[in-house]
C-alpha cells in the first residue's frame, strides 16, 4: 500500500477541488478545449523543471511510495499527473471565485472583443447566455433552453433560433454590443 | 544552479509571462489574490503530506533550509509560479476568444421538457 502514497496524495487534491464543478457551476470542464491546451502548455514548461531538477539533484522521489513507472526523463507518472491535477485544481479555485464574485472580479476573457469588462458585466449576467449582439429582452426567460450548444449544432441553425448571429465576435450593425 | 536560484526564476518568469508576454496582468487583479490563498492551503496541506511522510526529499545543498510545513520555503516560489502561468495561460486563451463561455456560474439549462 506504501507504494500509493503520493497518487494518494493527488487523489486528495482531486478531491479537495473537483466539487466546485458540479456545486457553483464553474464550467471548467464544458471549456474543455481551453482546459486541455492550459494544461498541455504548463505541464510542458514545469515537467521541463521537474527533469531538471532531479537531474541536477536538487530533489528526488522515494521508490517504495511511488508506483515505479518512470517517464520521460525518468519523471515517475504522478510528477506527470500532478502537472494535471494542480493546475486543474488552479483553474477551478479561479473560476470558483468568479462563480462567486461574479461580474465584480472581471480579467477581460468574458465578452468577445472586450479588453475588460467593467461596467457592462452585470447586463452581461442579466442576459444569461444571450449573444453580445442580442438585444436585451427583460421579458424573455434569461437562460434559453438549447443556450450552450455548440455553434453549428442543428439547434442553434434553427431559424427561429437567432439565425443571424452565427458569429459572435461581430457585433451586427443597429444593435448595441455589450461592450 | 541551486533550487533557491531555480525557485526565484520560476517566479521571476511567470510575472514576466503574465505581465509582458500574455500580458492578462492577473497579479494586478483582485480575483488572482482571492484565488491564490485557497490555492495555497491545499500546497501546504498536500505538499506537507508529500514531504512529511519523504515522498520527495532534498537535497540538503540545494536549498536554504528554510521550511513551512515540512516543505523547504522554495516550494513556495516552485508553487506560486505554476498557479500563475496556469491562470495565465486559462485567461489568454480565454482572451483569444477559445471556449469563452459557458461563465463561471451561469446555469446549463437540460435540454428535455419542451424540447424541439
Redesign the interface.
Known amino acids: 500500500m506504501r507504494h500509493l502514497?503520493?497518487l494518494a496524495?493527488?487523489g486528495?487534491?482531486l478531491l479537495?477541488?473537483l466539487w466546485v464543478e458540479p456545486l457553483?457551476?464553474?464550467?471548467?470542464m464544458?471549456?474543455?478545449?481551453?482546459?486541455a491546451?492550459?494544461?498541455a502548455?504548463?505541464m510542458v514548461?514545469?515537467g521541463g523543471?521537474d527533469v531538471a531538477?532531479v537531474a541536477?539533484?536538487?530533489?528526488?522521489?522515494?521508490p517504495a511510495?511511488?508506483l515505479g513507472v518512470r517517464l520521460l526523463g525518468h519523471l515517475p507518472l504522478e510528477e506527470l499527473l500532478f502537472?494535471l491535477v494542480?493546475?486543474l485544481?488552479?483553474?477551478l479555485?479561479?473560476?470558483?471565485?468568479?462563480?462567486?464574485?461574479?461580474s465584480a472580479?472581471?480579467?477581460?476573457?468574458?465578452?468577445?472583443g472586450t479588453?475588460v469588462v467593467e461596467e457592462t458585466s452585470n447586463q452581461a449576467?442579466a442576459v444569461?447566455?444571450r449573444e453580445p449582439g442580442d438585444p436585451p429582452a427583460p421579458s424573455e426567460p434569461p437562460?434559453?433552453?438549447?443556450?450552450?450548444e455548440p455553434r453549428d449544432s442543428p439547434?442553434r441553425q434553427?431559424p427561429q433560433d437567432r439565425p443571424e448571429s452565427r458569429d459572435?465576435?461581430v457585433p451586427r450593425p443597429g444593435r448595441q454590443p455589450l461592450s | 544552479?541551486?533550487?533557491t536560484v531555480?525557485a526565484v526564476l520560476?517566479v521571476v518568469g511567470a510575472l514576466i509571462a503574465d505581465l509582458a508576454i500574455l500580458r492578462?496582468r492577473?497579479v494586478t487583479?483582485?480575483?488572482?489574490w482571492?484565488?491564490y490563498p485557497?490555492?495555497l492551503v491545499?500546497?501546504l496541506l498536500?505538499n506537507g503530506?508529500?514531504t512529511g511522510?519523504?515522498?520527495?526529499?532534498?537535497?540538503p545543498d540545494?536549498?536554504i533550509g528554510w521550511r513551512i510545513a515540512y516543505a523547504p520555503v522554495e516550494d513556495l516560489g516552485?508553487?506560486f509560479s505554476?498557479?500563475l502561468?496556469?491562470?495565465s495561460?486559462?485567461?489568454?486563451?480565454?482572451?483569444r476568444?477559445?471556449?469563452?463561455?459557458?461563465?463561471?456560474?451561469?446555469?446549463?439549462?437540460?435540454?428535455g421538457r419542451?424540447?424541439?
Open positions: 502514497t503520493y496524495v493527488l486528495g487534491c479537495g477541488a457553483l457551476h464553474v464550467n471548467v464544458r471549456r474543455w478545449r481551453r482546459l491546451i492550459t494544461l502548455i504548463v514548461i514545469f523543471w531538477a541536477a539533484g536538487h530533489w528526488r522521489y522515494d511510495q511511488i502537472f494542480i493546475p485544481a488552479a483553474v479555485g479561479f473560476e470558483a471565485v468568479r462563480a462567486v464574485r461574479g472580479a472581471p480579467t477581460g476573457d468574458e465578452m468577445p479588453t449576467r444569461g447566455c437562460a434559453p433552453r438549447d443556450c450552450w439547434a434553427a459572435h465576435r | 544552479m541551486t533550487y531555480a520560476g492578462t492577473l487583479r483582485q480575483v488572482f482571492l484565488t485557497i490555492v491545499g500546497q498536500s503530506v508529500l511522510a519523504r515522498v520527495v526529499t532534498y537535497r540545494a536549498i516552485f508553487g505554476l498557479v502561468l496556469t491562470l495561460v486559462w485567461v489568454w486563451l480565454g482572451r476568444g477559445l471556449d469563452r463561455t459557458p461563465l463561471a456560474g451561469q446555469r446549463h439549462r437540460r435540454r419542451g424540447g424541439p
